[in-house]
Structure formats: structure tokens, C-alpha cells
């Protein structure tokens, strides 16, 4: 009897229309002999009583430990997990709720944001074994030490593939509040298509570039172990998205049949141009500053008299800040957008640069900024423009 592992994002669990149809699809695989790990999320997003945010804003982060932040944050997936339990019980399903601890995740003790070391999945195979729908908080693990940690930012992604790794489940079900992943944003483009299959590698891309299905360490899980994923909805006549590995075949396949695979975009960056000649040296030292700094920079573009670059914008001030005391000539522009136009090997192919640039001047849009990759095209936009730049690419590519 095969093992599946289904994971629900923290809006299906959020209100009861929605998990009534989140008990739909654990007991539709239940019936069908299939034995199951269901991980889940914090209820919610923030606002609502039980989101991992709206926990955080009980208390003053100033004056909280990271250690004890992490205790708090993951108070949500336990509280998730227990009312999924319940209702299963209800509904004659025997289940057992376990913590990403008591499952076996092992971490190491950089709290927020901890990387698993191992897992241990003895109890969870055994709770298996005796007929369990096995329910997993997802996010969270601990240390050697027994201390409870927190995965980051779409840690339950990470925590369904590393479950279904170490147990060696057939497939991973990561269900969202889409049927897949979309050509788009479907809240800015409503007619985006669903992409019926997709390999590794342009999931990851899309992941690292803003697309918010599934987190990017979830899919590297997925590449080590190739391990196959669906992305879908609770709807029960949803497909989803199939990932999995291509061969060379397969993708030479993907690209004749779509020269951009998506287009995704992430908001709050900031456009820092630097005067600075072509000397390395100087160059050099103004990088390890800001790297020192923790402040992560992209979309880099080095000209003979100045460097351009973007950050995220929560880090202007601090970069204003070393820009200054080493009496650098420089403009910042914030609340910009940068959106990524991803597909195989596009980069050098005659014609889309041109039709990238002919979108975005037919809805008067100014590109402050571009680069490019083998995969992907980039473009930094005002973020008041990003919805039309969006609609207008897509529009010229579907």
C-alpha cells in the first residue's frame, strides 16, 4: 500500500467551508487504501485569530528571544493540526497528530530560519504502520537539544517534501488556494492557463523569482529525492501541476511547446545607482560592506562610470547609510517591482526582448532597469505599474 503526503496551506484551513473540503480530500485518499501524512499550516494569514503573524503581534519582537519566538510561531500548526484531528475522529478516521519534533525533523539551532539536519521517521512509520492517518505540524523541527525551531517563510512546503524524502512516499499533494501554477498571478491576469507539467528546474526558478506555490527549498528537496509533486486545489476536479524530472528530450520538448514558461514579479525593491568608476578594488570593498551589512543585492548591472543594483526595500535606509559614510555618489528610487519573464534558454532568441519592450511601451511603462539570464528575462518596473506591465506581458506571450 503506497504512502502519499498531502500538504494544506494555511487558507484551507482557515475557516470551516474550507476544511470541510480539506477533510474531502484526506478521506478521498483514505478510501482509496492509500496511507497518509497530512501536514498542515498555521490557520490563516494575518488578521486571522491563529496565523503565525497575528501570533507574533501578541508580543513585543524587541524583547522576544529568538528561541522563544519560535516556541510562539509554532503554536499555529499545532493548533491547525488538532482541529484537523478532531474532525477526522468525528468522522470515524483513526489519526494521530504529531510535531515536526515528534515526527523526527532534526534541525540545527538557527532559530527562525533553521535548516534540517535529518530525519528520524521511526515514530511516524510506526504511527503508519498502526493504521493512522498520520497529521504533522508543518514548519517546525528541533535541535539535538530538544529545542523547538521554525523552518522560515514556507517551512510546511519544506517540511511535506523532507517527510515524504525520508519515508519514501510515492508523491507529495501541495494543495493552495490556486489549481496549479499559473502562466500568472491569476489575481492580475484572470485568464492565466495552468501549466500541466513542469520540470525541477523551472519550478525552482519561478519559486526564487516571487512565484509563491511552493518555496524554493522544497523543490531542491524534490530534485535530490525525485520525488514527484502535485500542485492543485481542493477542488475535486482539479489536475493541478505536475512536477518532476526532465530529461533532455523532455525539455527541448517544454520549450517548443512554450517559449515563456511564466511570468512572476516581486514588489518592495529598491533601485540603488552608485558612481563608481571601473575600479575593481574600490568596487570590492563597497560589496564586502554591504554583504557584512546582511543585505542581499541583485539584479546587478556594472557600467564604466556607474554600478546598478537592486535590494529588497526594507534595507534602503542601511544602504543609504554605508553609501554615505563612504562618501559615494548615489540615487535611490523605492517602491519599485521586479518581474521575471522565465522560460528555457530564451536568452539570445531573436525577437523577445523586442517584444517584451513593445508590451511594456504600449501601456506606458518605463523599464528602469533589465537583465538577463539563460532562463530569464528581468525587468524593474515602478511598482504602480505592475499589474498593467504584467497583464500587457502576458498578453503578448499567450
Same mark, same amino acid.
Given at each position: 500500500m503506497s504512502i502519499i503526503v498531502q500538504k494544506f496551506g494555511g487558507t484551507l484551513v482557515a475557516s470551516e467551508k474550507s476544511r470541510r473540503e480539506v477533510i474531502n480530500r484526506i478521506i478521498e485518499k483514505a478510501n482509496n487504501k492509500h496511507k497518509l501524512v497530512v501536514v498542515v499550516s498555521a490557520m490563516g494569514r494575518n488578521g486571522d485569530p491563529y496565523s503565525t503573524d497575528s501570533l507574533i503581534n501578541l508580543i513585543d519582537e524587541e524583547y522576544c528571544k529568538k528561541r522563544e519566538l519560535d516556541l510562539l510561531m509554532s503554536c499555529g500548526e499545532i493548533i491547525s493540526a488538532t482541529i484537523i484531528s478532531?474532525?477526522?475522529?468525528?468522522?470515524?478516521?483513526?489519526?494521530?497528530?504529531?510535531?515536526?519534533?515528534?515526527?523526527?525533523?532534526? *534541525?540545527?539551532?538557527? @532559530?527562525? =530560519?533553521?535548516?534540517?539536519?535529518?530525519?528520524?521517521?521511526?515514530?511516524? !512509520?510506526?504511527a503508519i504502520?498502526?493504521?493512522?492517518i498520520v497529521i504533522v505540524t508543518g514548519f517546525q523541527g528541533a535541535t539535538k537539544d530538544g529545542d523547538i525551531t521554525t523552518l522560515g517563510r514556507g517551512g510546511s512546503d519544506t517540511s511535506a517534501l523532507i517527510i515524504g524524502e525520508a519515508i519514501r512516499c510515492e508523491y507529495v499533494e501541495i494543495y493552495t488556494d490556486v489549481e496549479?501554477?499559473?502562466?500568472?498571478?491569476?489575481?492580475?491576469?484572470?485568464?492565466?492557463?495552468?501549466?500541466?507539467?513542469?520540470?525541477?528546474s523551472e519550478v525552482y526558478q519561478l519559486a526564487e523569482e516571487g512565484a509563491k506555490v511552493i518555496h524554493p527549498k522544497a523543490v531542491e528537496v524534490a530534485k535530490r529525492s525525485n520525488l514527484k509533486v502535485i500542485i492543485?486545489?481542493?477542488?475535486?476536479?482539479?489536475?493541478? *501541476?505536475?512536477?518532476? @524530472?526532465? =530529461?533532455?528530450?523532455?525539455?527541448?520538448?517544454?520549450?517548443?511547446?512554450? !517559449?515563456?514558461?511564466?511570468?512572476?514579479?516581486?514588489?518592495?525593491?529598491?533601485?540603488?545607482?552608485?558612481?563608481?568608476?571601473?575600479?575593481?578594488?574600490?568596487?570590492?570593498?563597497?560589496?564586502?560592506?554591504?554583504?557584512?551589512?546582511?543585505?542581499?543585492?541583485?539584479?546587478?548591472?556594472?557600467?564604466?562610470?556607474?554600478?546598478?543594483?537592486?535590494?529588497?526595500?526594507?534595507?534602503?535606509?542601511?544602504?543609504?547609510r554605508i553609501l554615505k559614510e563612504g562618501n559615494y555618489k548615489y540615487k535611490v528610487i523605492n517602491n519599485c517591482c521586479k518581474i521575471s519573464i522565465i522560460g528555457h534558454k530564451i536568452n539570445g532568441l531573436p525577437g523577445v526582448m523586442a517584444k517584451i519592450i513593445n508590451a511594456l511601451l504600449s501601456v506606458n511603462v518605463s523599464i528602469l532597469q533589465s537583465s538577463d539570464s539563460n532562463t530569464t528575462i528581468w525587468c524593474l518596473v515602478k511598482d504602480e505599474d505592475t499589474e498593467k506591465s504584467i497583464y500587457a506581458l502576458h498578453n503578448e506571450f499567450y
Open positions: 478532531s474532525i477526522l475522529s468525528a468522522n470515524g478516521y483513526n489519526n494521530i497528530v504529531l510535531t515536526g519534533a515528534q515526527a523526527g525533523i532534526l *534541525t540545527d539551532n538557527n @532559530f527562525g =530560519n533553521a535548516n534540517v539536519i535529518s530525519v528520524i521517521p521511526q515514530k511516524l !512509520l510506526d504502520d498502526k493504521n493512522n496549479g501554477i499559473m502562466t500568472a498571478d491569476p489575481k492580475i491576469v484572470p485568464n492565466a492557463q495552468l501549466i500541466d507539467n513542469m520540470c525541477y492543485k486545489n481542493t477542488s475535486i476536479n482539479c489536475k493541478g *501541476t505536475i512536477i518532476g @524530472f526532465c =530529461n533532455k528530450s523532455d525539455e527541448e520538448s517544454s520549450v517548443k511547446e512554450r !517559449l515563456i514558461t511564466a511570468i512572476t514579479y516581486k514588489r518592495n525593491r529598491a533601485q540603488i545607482t552608485v558612481e563608481l568608476d571601473n575600479n575593481e578594488e574600490y568596487l570590492q570593498k563597497l560589496l564586502n560592506i554591504i554583504a557584512e551589512n546582511n543585505i542581499s543585492i541583485d539584479l546587478i548591472n556594472i557600467l564604466p562610470e556607474k554600478k546598478v543594483f537592486t535590494i529588497d526595500e526594507k534595507h534602503s535606509m542601511p544602504m543609504e
